[in-house]
Structures are given as C-alpha cells and as structure tokens.
C-alpha cells in the first residue's frame, strides 16, 4: 500500500537522519549517541559536524527530567546559568558570562520557537510564554556564531515544539509535588485526510512556592496546529496559541535574612521596600510557515504575529501596558549544490520584525506603609508616565557549507541587521531615591537611534578519525542597547549614547561520538569591546554604560559513557576567567578584575540505570567562587552536592515519573551580589536562595 503524505511526514520527523546535511568524507556511521542541531545553520547537521559549542536537549531527556519549565533540562549545561527567584519561570539565562546585566528574564541571548523569535527587538525574552510540554526539543548554541542571531551575541537557545504531523503525541499528563505543584497537560491530534492533519494541546502550571513569602504562580497555555500538503507536495504549517502566566517575583534576601534561611529553612518577606514585584501577562501567538520547491531552490517564507500585554509591578513603578504587537517574518531560500566535487549547501535570506507598544503606562504604588515606605501591595495609583515606542529590525544573511578536500568541513556566513529605536512619551510623576517619595517628572521626551549590527563567521570541521573530529571558529556579533537601558537615566538624562558592543569568538574543541561514548571539549577566548554592563546607583536609579574591553577565557566538558546495556555515567564542566582589561566607571579603575558572578568553575555528575520498563537517574551539580562585585572586594564560596534524583517506570501506553530536586534539602544561595555603601551607609547584600527540596510525581496516559 501507498503511503500517505501524512505518514511520510511523520516518518521524515522521527527519523533525524534523512535530512541531514553531512559530506560523506566526515559523516560516520558512529552517531548513535549523536543528536541533531538545526541552530547553527539552518539545516539539520549532526551536532559532532558544528563548529562550536552546542547542547541539544531531546524530547527523552525532557521526558526524564519531568520538568515544570526550562530551567529543569538547561541549568546542567557547561557554561550556563540558569538563575530563578521563584523557581523556573523568571529565569535569568546567563551563557558564558552574555545576558548577566539582566535583572530578571533572558537579555543578550536570542530565543526561538519553531523559526519564530520569541526575544522581541528590544532584546527581552520571558520564558513563563513557553509551554514546557509542548516542546519536542531544546538546543543552546553558545556566543556569536548561529545565523539564527540578530541583535543577540551571548547565543542562541532554540525550541522545537511538537510537529501536528506527529499523530503518536495523544496524552493526558496529572502531575501534583510540593508546595500545591500541579501539571497538567492534555493532547490530541486528529488526522482528518491525507492532506491534513490538526493537534490541539493545553497546559496548566500552577504552585504556591509558599517557600518564600509572595511567589505564587500559575500558567493556562492552550494551541491549535493545523498543517496541510498541497498536490505538489508544499506544505504550510500554522499555530493559534494563547498564554496567560501570572507570576510573584520575590526580593532577594539581605545577608541577615539568608543566615535565618540558613538556620531555620524559612524565609520571611524581606525588608526591602519593593516586596509585591510581579509579572501577570497574556499573549496570542499566531505563526505560519509554508515550504516549497522553486526550481533547484526551496523556498521556506515565514511570518508570525504575538499580541502581548503585562501588568508588571517593578522597583519605582508599576508598568502596565496592554496594547503590544510584533509582526514579523523571514524569508530563506537554501539549495544543494556541487563544489570542489563534492555535495555543498547553500543559504540566504531576508528577515523583518517589529516591535510595537501604543499607550504604554507607568503609575504609582497605591499602599505605601507610612514612615518605612514599604509596598504593601502592587496596586496602582496615580499615572505617572505614559509613552509609545517602535522598535524595528531589518536583517539579511548568506552562509554556504562546503567540503573542499576529504574530511574537511567549511562553514561561511555572514548575517546584517539594523536596529531602529524611536522612542516617544512624557513622563509625569518620577520616583526620588533620595527622598524615597515621588514627585514632579521631566516631562515630554523623544529620541531615535539606529544601529547598524554585522556577524560574520567562518568555522572549520575535520574528521582525524571516523570517531573524532577537531573544529575551530572565529564568529563576531553586536549587540545594540535595550530601549530599557537607554531609558535607564544617568543625571537625569536618557542615556543615549550608549554604544553597541562587539563580541568576537575563537574557538577550537573536539567532538567524540561512537557507539559507548561521546564527548565534547571546547576551548574559547571571547573578546568584547564597548560591552554594556550595568552599575549599581546607589540612592539613584541603576544606569548602564560601555566597559571598554572585557576577555572571556574558559574551557568546557561535557562526556557520557555507556557502561553497559543498564548504566551509564557522564559528566560535564567548565573553567572560566572573565575580566575586564579596560573598564573605569564613575572614578573607579576596575581594569584587571574578574566580573562578578563569574564563578570559577561549574561541574555536573550523573548516573543513569535503565532496565526493561524501569529507570533512573542521579545528579549532582556545583558552582565555584565568585565575586560579589565588580570592585572585587569579596567572595561567594559558591555550592556543591546539589543533587536531583528522577526514576521512571513505563509500560504500553502508561508511564510514571518521580522527580526529586535539592534531595537532601541544601540550603544555598543561587546568586549572591554585593553593592558598597555609599555616604557611609555600611555595604548591602542580595541572596537568591535556591529552591528547597522539591518532589513531582507524575503519570502520563497515552492514547
């Protein structure tokens, strides 16, 4: 019998090795401990065959993990940081040392869904708009490098979410854990002919995290797949998706209130002012991809469109703006060629997003405790700015991959975007650090920048052994200023002359694959020139400015062994030493020190047990020393023996999973900062403390 085109799309979607690019002269029959990486180029190439550092994360390792958000399957990962105040879904994503300037959320580090940027032009992503059970797989691409990437040089992390042509994902999923944890997840797809195919999926994500005082969230994520084959065999894939996500942010804990954490295990609500931080969000995502042939061509055009709105409770203000649009689209064309006598694949593209926010707002605090000045809740009162805002991205990209001799791969790109800022508002009412009171604003205001953003990059593969390949690089990217760190005055003024950074990569590593063991080792030196860091105000707002060199040196690796047919052990690490060669901020000469919150070293061990329909997993993670601050004046001793156990059992079309997190209950600081006091005020602290010992138990249903 004839198979469908459903069928044959299903089966080009499980099968990773069809549609690989790879020149024969470095593929090898030993992948099959490999994974497959598509954010590099645009084509799916095993991850062995990337010139840079990659970590692929799969549905399986998703799956084992029994992760409630991101956080659960990344924060392993030599050099990344995945840092959270309410346990996942505001985290704070560092890769090697990019993104680190961020308060809250993802900066400096592109995130993408399916093709679709979900980090808006102003370099902001949220990671709470993400359906963890809806993902089929993750990757993290590290520094300059991905022709995914504009406006973004610390890397790329891109999701891919379930294909509607995968008629196997029918389940129902109930997940109950700690502090009122639920998970629970409902799909089903329907096949309604050989042309099409349809998937609903919905998700609901909630916990108390009553752990800490105000750090309740919750998420409802519904989506609608519809995807169709036309008789020439293009096909178009569109997804309707809406998000609600309602989330407490809790403040850090001072340094007496971590040594209580510490003793006790509780923590109390802080004594700092702003205790009802929060980000209470909706979104309409709508994304549409079509795929066709034109000539010796594919044509793959792309356009989307997210309405979004926030009522965000932030120190100083409340911000709550409703009206949001991002329209966008990208445009690529790519082609298998011949060159040198030998298979090559070529890709262009075109790219458009913009970013539009109409009668943005910021009020007061409406309960402010008399004398102390402390927020009693986070509802608003007076208006105190109001403002609309455009932000725009134009960018082209060419890259070909070719293989000149035997066992030589050669990646060459280059990717141009313009970055449009225009900015208009009139701010009403400001916040006095001095007084801690607020009154009048600066009024009427309106600027526009422009910046012109190059990444070019070439990257070389070369197989010694059927087993090992050897590969180096050299990528650059920019990274424009954020509407937010304009915005974020120094003496009084819009801080409009903020340049764009500069971050050029070299790289080399090795990449290990065969049929009991895989590794990676990667060696980097990371150049920075004008980078934007962030700097304490002290009694005034916080401002950014340009350090003028930052040197970012480490060393990555990751290795997994199979023991036998039941175990498996791996590790992974990293070594680093980021510091700033030239940076002088406000009289002081931090030239030579080491930034802050760079810790030394990272390191992950694990243990896997598997046998018939039973499983098992055990980890344990640590960080090294740190820096509290720029000035380098102090030390955090870091963690270590943080470690999480998850065992499964499935059966037909049953599965259960337990999770347990912080399995001996450690009581650490996940972040810890230092700012000096000023006018002599003694020195202030933040702790983040790390989440306590958490269990999930979960079943799944297939059907």
């Given at each position: 019998m004839k198979p469908s085109k459903l069928s044959i799309a299903v089966m080009a979607a499980m099968s990773s090795s069809t549609s690989v690019f790879a020149a024969d002269q470095i593929e090898t029959s030993y992948s099959e401990l490999d994974k497959i990486s598509i954010t590099a180029t645009k084509i799916e190439r095993h991850t062995k065959t990337v010139p840079q550092s990659i970590a692929v994360v799969d549905e399986n390792d998703i799956e084992r993990e029994n992760a409630m958000n991101i956080n659960d399957v990344i924060d392993n990962i030599p050099g990344v940081q995945a840092v959270s105040k309410n346990n996942g879904y505001d985290s704070r994503l560092i890769i090697r040392g990019a993104g680190l300037k961020a308060p809250y959320g993802v900066r400096e580090i592109m995130v993408i869904r399916d093709g679709v940027p979900m980090t808006d032009p102003d370099s902001f992503t949220r990671f709470d708009l993400i359906d963890i059970d809806d993902m089929e797989g993750v990757e993290i691409y590290k520094g300059?490098?991905?022709?995914?990437?504009?406006?973004?040089?610390?890397?790329?992390?891109?999701?891919?979410?379930?294909?509607?042509?995968?008629?196997?994902?029918?389940?129902?999923?109930?997940?109950?854990?700690?502090?009122?944890?639920?998970?629970?997840?409902?799909?089903?797809?329907?096949?309604?002919?050989?042309?099409?195919?349809?998937?609903?999926?919905?998700?609901?994500?909630?916990?108390?995290?009553?752990?800490?005082?105000?750090?309740?969230?919750?998420?409802?994520?519904?989506?609608?797949?519809?995807?169709?084959?036309?008789?020439?065999?293009?096909?178009?894939?569109?997804?309707?998706?809406?998000?609600?996500?309602?989330?407490?942010?809790?403040?850090?804990?001072?340094?007496?209130?971590?040594a209580d954490y510490k003793d006790s295990g509780e923590t109390t609500n802080t004594k700092d002012?702003?205790?009802?931080?929060?980000?209470?969000?909706?979104?309409?995502?709508?994304?549409?991809?079509?795929?066709?042939?034109?000539?010796?061509?594919?044509?793959?055009?792309?356009?989307?469109?997210?309405?979004?709105?926030?009522?965000?409770?932030?120190?100083?203000?409340?911000?709550?703006?409703?009206?949001?649009?991002?329209?966008?689209?990208?445009?690529?064309?790519?082609?298998?060629?011949?060159?040198?006598?030998?298979?090559?694949?070529?890709?262009?593209?075109?790219?458009a997003r913009t970013d539009i926010r109409e009668n943005g707002k910021k009020y007061t605090y409406r309960d402010v405790e008399a004398g102390t000045g402390v927020i009693l809740s986070d509802e608003k009162a007076d208006l105190a700015q109001i403002e609309d805002s455009q932000n725009t991205i134009l960018g082209a990209y060419i890259q070909d991959s070719f293989s000149p001799m035997d066992k030589l791969m050669v990646d060459v790109g280059l990717r141009y975007d313009q970055v449009k800022l225009s900015i208009d508002g009139n701010e009403l009412l400001a916040y006095n650090w001095g007084s801690g009171s607020y009154g009048a604003g600066s009024g009427a205001y309106s600027y526009d920048e422009t910046y012109d953003l190059f990444s070019p990059k070439i990257g070389l593969t070369y197989a010694l052994t059927d087993e090992l390949n050897v590969y180096g690089i050299v990528a650059s990217a920019n990274q424009a200023p954020t509407e937010s760190e304009m915005q974020a005055t120094r003496d009084n003024a819009p801080n409009v002359d903020l340049k764009a950074s500069t971050s050029t990569n070299y790289?080399?590593?090795?990449?290990?694959?065969?049929?009991?063991?895989?590794?990676?080792?990667?060696?980097?030196?990371?150049?920075?020139?004008?980078?934007?860091?962030?700097?304490?105000?002290?009694?005034?707002?916080?401002?950014?400015?340009?350090?003028?060199?930052?040197?970012?040196k480490g060393v990555e690796l990751t290795a997994?062994?199979?023991?036998?047919?039941?175990?498996?052990?791996?590790?992974?690490?990293?070594?680093?030493?980021?510091?700033?060669?030239?940076?002088?901020?406000?009289?002081?000469?931090?030239?030579?020190?080491?930034?802050?919150?760079?810790?030394?070293?990272?390191?992950?061990?694990?243990?896997?047990?598997?046998?018939?329909?039973?499983?098992?997993?055990?980890?344990?993670?640590?960080?090294?020393?740190?820096?509290?601050?720029?000035?380098?004046?102090?030390?955090?001793?870091?963690?270590?023996?943080?470690?999480?156990?998850?065992?499964?059992?499935?059966?037909?079309?049953?599965?259960?999973?337990?999770?347990?997190?912080?399995?001996?209950?450690?009581?650490?600081?996940?972040?810890?900062?230092?700012?000096?006091?000023?006018?002599?005020?003694?020195?202030?602290?933040?702790?983040?403390?790390?989440a306590p010992r958490n269990i999930m138990l979960s079943y799944q249903y297939k059907y």
């Amino acid at each position: 019998m004839k198979p469908s085109k459903l069928s044959i799309a299903v089966m080009a979607a499980m099968s990773s090795s069809t549609s690989v690019f790879a020149a024969d002269q470095i593929e090898t029959s030993y992948s099959e401990l490999d994974k497959i990486s598509i954010t590099a180029t645009k084509i799916e190439r095993h991850t062995k065959t990337v010139p840079q550092s990659i970590a692929v994360v799969d549905e399986n390792d998703i799956e084992r993990e029994n992760a409630m958000n991101i956080n659960d399957v990344i924060d392993n990962i030599p050099g990344v940081q995945a840092v959270s105040k309410n346990n996942g879904y505001d985290s704070r994503l560092i890769i090697r040392g990019a993104g680190l300037k961020a308060p809250y959320g993802v900066r400096e580090i592109m995130v993408i869904r399916d093709g679709v940027p979900m980090t808006d032009p102003d370099s902001f992503t949220r990671f709470d708009l993400i359906d963890i059970d809806d993902m089929e797989g993750v990757e993290i691409y590290k520094g300059p490098g991905s022709i995914f990437a504009s406006n973004a040089s610390g890397g790329v992390v891109f999701i891919k979410s379930k294909s509607v042509f995968d008629d196997q994902q029918d389940r129902l999923k109930i997940g109950l854990g700690s502090f009122n944890s639920v998970n629970l997840n409902a799909k089903k797809s329907l096949v309604l002919g050989e042309n099409d195919s349809m998937a609903f999926n919905i998700s609901r994500r909630q916990s108390d995290n009553d752990w800490r005082d105000w750090n309740h969230f919750d998420t409802t994520q519904f989506s609608v797949k519809h995807g169709h084959f036309f008789e020439d065999d293009s096909v178009l894939e569109t997804e309707v998706a809406y998000t609600e996500a309602n989330l407490q942010l809790p403040q850090s804990l001072s340094a007496e209130e971590f040594a209580d954490y510490k003793d006790s295990g509780e923590t109390t609500n802080t004594k700092d002012v702003w205790q009802k931080n929060g980000r209470y969000s909706t979104m309409l995502f709508v994304n549409s991809r079509y795929e066709t042939s034109m000539g010796a061509y594919t044509f793959k055009p792309q356009v989307y469109f997210t309405q979004w709105g926030h009522y965000h409770p932030v120190t100083g203000m409340i911000n709550d703006a409703q009206d949001n649009k991002v329209l966008g689209t990208d445009l690529a064309w790519n082609r298998s060629h011949e060159l040198f006598g030998r298979s090559a694949e070529f890709l262009f593209g075109l790219t458009a997003r913009t970013d539009i926010r109409e009668n943005g707002k910021k009020y007061t605090y409406r309960d402010v405790e008399a004398g102390t000045g402390v927020i009693l809740s986070d509802e608003k009162a007076d208006l105190a700015q109001i403002e609309d805002s455009q932000n725009t991205i134009l960018g082209a990209y060419i890259q070909d991959s070719f293989s000149p001799m035997d066992k030589l791969m050669v990646d060459v790109g280059l990717r141009y975007d313009q970055v449009k800022l225009s900015i208009d508002g009139n701010e009403l009412l400001a916040y006095n650090w001095g007084s801690g009171s607020y009154g009048a604003g600066s009024g009427a205001y309106s600027y526009d920048e422009t910046y012109d953003l190059f990444s070019p990059k070439i990257g070389l593969t070369y197989a010694l052994t059927d087993e090992l390949n050897v590969y180096g690089i050299v990528a650059s990217a920019n990274q424009a200023p954020t509407e937010s760190e304009m915005q974020a005055t120094r003496d009084n003024a819009p801080n409009v002359d903020l340049k764009a950074s500069t971050s050029t990569n070299y790289e080399i590593g090795l990449k290990h694959r065969s049929k009991t063991w895989s590794a990676d080792l990667a060696v980097y030196f990371n150049k920075l020139n004008d980078e934007i860091v962030k700097v304490d105000g002290g009694f005034a707002p916080d401002y950014y400015e340009n350090a003028g060199e930052t040197d970012k040196k480490g060393v990555e690796l990751t290795a997994a062994y199979q023991l036998t047919s039941q175990w498996a052990v791996g590790a992974s690490g990293s070594k680093t030493e980021y510091r700033y060669v030239d940076y002088v901020s406000s009289g002081n000469d931090y030239s030579g020190n080491l930034l802050r919150f760079s810790p030394e070293y990272q390191y992950s061990v694990f243990v896997d047990w598997k046998r018939g329909a039973y499983s098992a997993r055990l980890e344990t993670t640590g960080v090294g020393e740190y820096y509290m601050d720029d000035a380098n004046t102090e030390k955090y001793s870091g963690y270590s023996g943080v470690s999480h156990l998850t065992m499964g059992y499935a059966r037909k079309a049953h599965k259960v999973a337990l999770s347990v997190h912080n399995i001996a209950d450690a009581r650490y600081a996940a972040e810890v900062s230092k700012t000096a006091g000023a006018w002599g005020n003694p020195d202030s602290y933040e702790y983040t403390p790390g989440a306590p010992r958490n269990i999930m138990l979960s079943y799944q249903y297939k059907y």
